[in-house]
């Protein structure tokens, strides 16, 4: 799977996103041992309760993010100690395709943030008003930098409402999928 | 004969079924679409086209799926012919020679060769699935609970070990996958798991908002952050399909690429890319145009192709047979059967015998059909390459959500399938492997079942697992999958430094 090597640009990125993953997986498996602990584990004719398989994995999951922080610290220090030779890009990245990490976060976050908004919206409107105006923000959002002109945005306003109608109307009508 | 029988009952249910016919050509349209696409896999049309097919009758939803992962994966050679730019990760190999092909005058050709292959690979696919997955799933209703417990530890211990150098890493997503299977009320005593009084977690966590979460969701968001690609792309007017003398002189070459497929994809995780490497490479060592490779020879295209559409045949079986899926795709095909209520494994044959051999008979359908579709149809699906980012993934997110929320038509399913969304993206810009967190999601509920139904069975004795042959040799070769890793590259490392020092 992926072993490849972050490029220095990106190394911080992925670093703080390892981080994050480490100290949010750390911190369910500490929040979750107290009701873990609760959960019984056994007793007369059943060996092993409702608790047992819990508390084996929590444990294992702490032990195994240890072993990554510390494979990642012994990481950081190869590569501050010039140990190991930076890597400026890996062919994958250098790929017109690859973005930068920092470029990936910002349209990730952009985007969850927007798909809650409409969530929102969905709940206390209907699901093609909803719909219509996600779909035309990030239609917007998408555009590339030549096109963002009232002709183009409009055409794109009107594509990514028709899209919208075509969902609406395959779940509602044709799979009878109630949409409310 | 009896699967012969059987499978001529599947196609007679399919035959009987016109629009169901005509769902999956829709669902192997929509594959190769999706695999033409840059950026999106077969995976991610399954995610989105499993909602679509709710309604349908399972066999032909269950096709209409299997249209997609055969399309999903053909498909991705039009963009790494015509790009260099791998549709799919398995694609990837196909660009060595597919694109310096293309740039000769040859793209037609290439993608003649890139169809070939991928029907043949996929055909070779389909008999070993037909004549293997009935008898590995007679063999396996023998399997008592600490076998199959034993055997949902080792699928689980083989993806982790591919996980490359980051085996730990691994390790720590197959333990996040099975502690986020173990939410909800216990099935055996109904005690209350890590829900804290939330009623719509009391059933767990819906596998299918998981995987949409888990695979769609991180593989959008990180296509909307590429830049996009805008070439515009035709295809030169010549003959596509290769005569065929051309074929009988590749006849080796495919039948070689294809079962390396399958094998690939029998073992859980190898899947696609490994399988089209592994072909590519014996091919370069057996074809006598072997030394050219990588300079545009059709061999380099069947290796690859016929490879990486064998795969889907082979994964299919041990998701048929034992229920543990052979890659991603799988996974998300194992969500498709449970909405309609089937269940995957060895009972699935003796339960649902017509359905199966329905679903078997519809993968060689699709495999039909992705041929005559990309005869007619690639000169078009070249033109999806030309669809603009701001039509296209708006439509596509939207497609998720409605269909997440289909499924038990509760938002908060949605809000799941976007925080996990949000997991996957941050797991895989931190380069942790993703597909072991869904495994462990699919796998720990059947691991805890089963080990609690043995420990039941042997009065608490541990030993029931070593004492059982099939469960000791596969617990063997699950330490030997976690272990193995690490010694060879201990082994490396201190051969490495012998060298240097000597």
Redesign the interface.
Known sequence: ????Q?SSHNYG??LG??L??LV??IG??LF?LP??LE??F?GMG??????T??II??T??IL??L??AL?EVLYFCKRRGGKLVPIETTSDES?????S?L??????VA??AL??A??LL??NTA?PVA?SA??VI???????AGWRRPKHSLS?AV??II??LV?WL??EFI?????H | METISLLAGGFQTLAANPVGILWIALGVFVGITCGAIPGLTATMGVAVFIPITFSLEPEIALATLIGVYCGGLSGGAVPAILLNIPGTPSAMVTTLDGHPMARQGLATRALGWALVASVVGSFVGWVALVTMAPVLARLALNLGSAEYAALALFGLTIVVSLSGSALAKGLLCALIGIALSMVGLDPTTGEDRWTFGTINLFQGISIMPALIGLFAIPEILMAIAAPGVQKRLNLERSRMIPTLGEMMMQKWNLLRSSIIGVGAGIIPALGGNIGSILAYDQSRRFEKDGAKYGTGRPGGIVASEAANNGVTGGALIPLLTVGIPGDSVTAMLIGGLMIHGLQPGPRLFEANGDIVYAILAAFLLATIMMYLLSVVGYRYVVRVLNLPRHVLYPALLLLTVVGTYALNRQIFDVGLMLALGALGFIATLARFPVYPIVLGLVLGPILESEMRRALLVSGGEWSIFLTRPVSAVLLLLSVMAIVGPIVVRYMQKSRASRNASS
């Open positions: 799977m992926s072993d490849r972050p990125w992925v996103a390892t994050v993953f949010g997986s369910a498996a979750l009701p873990t959960m019984s056994g059943r060996p092993v309760g409702p608790g398989v819990p994995v929590l294992l999951t195994m993010v072993i990554v494979q790929s017109e395709l690859e973005a990490a470029r990936k976060v910002i349209y990730a985007t969850l798909l809650v409409f969530l969905w709940r699901f719909a996600f779909s990030l239609s917007f959002c998408l555009l590339p794109a594509i990514a899209g919208v969902i395959l779940f799979l009878n999928i109630r949409l």
